[in-house]
């Protein structure tokens, strides 16, 4: 994992992608019990994005170093890395606030625990439930911070009926 958010970081100096953050599942590891996951999700912001954005510069790069296409990623390293445009307001502001931190001498940038969960909230999969029970049951995120994201991203609805049928259910 080591040489591949070296990868990473070499994209951001080329100035092929601005911000990023680690996000989805491989995030989650950071602050849970480990768990099974195929890819590593690198969201990333794009400064002055176009109207029509192409990761073909990012692809290219990486294989200009002897990474491979592998579906929707690209093997870098051994990990199957996708990159992901931060393009929503919860995705930027988690990006923008992701946490710094070092991963064998290595600088990364990881999601909070809250912004993942009001992510997973958001995009509403089973398994993106299971992984909020996770989190509520590890007791890792900041209540306060969480009910804030959630109230400035209009999810407190959604809060309400995942406590209703997930933490409450009668």
Not at 89 to 107: I, K, M, N
Request: charged share 20%.
């Amino acid at each position: 994992m080591k040489e591949t958010l070296d990868e990473i970081n070499e994209l951001r100096t080329a100035g092929l992608i601005g911000q990023w953050a680690i996000g989805g599942a491989m995030a989650a590891t950071f602050y849970l019990e480990p768990i099974s996951t195929y890819d590593l999700d690198i969201f990333v912001l794009f400064e002055g994005s176009p109207l029509i954005l192409t990761l073909t510069p990012i692809y290219d790069f990486l294989q200009a170093r002897g990474h491979s296409p592998d579906g929707d990623a690209v093997m870098v390293h051994g990990w199957p890395v996708q990159f992901l445009p931060a393009e929503s307001v919860l995705l930027r502001e988690a990006v923008e606030s992701a946490q710094e931190v070092d991963f064998e001498g290595v600088p990364s940038r990881v999601m909070r625990a809250e912004h993942l969960m009001a992510i997973a909230l958001q995009t509403g999969r089973g398994k993106d439930f299971a992984r909020l029970l996770t989190f509520m049951e590890a007791q890792v995120a900041d209540e306060q911070k969480l009910h804030d994201i959630l109230q400035r991203h209009g999810l407190n609805a959604a809060w309400q009926r995942f406590e209703q049928n997930y933490l409450n259910p009668s």
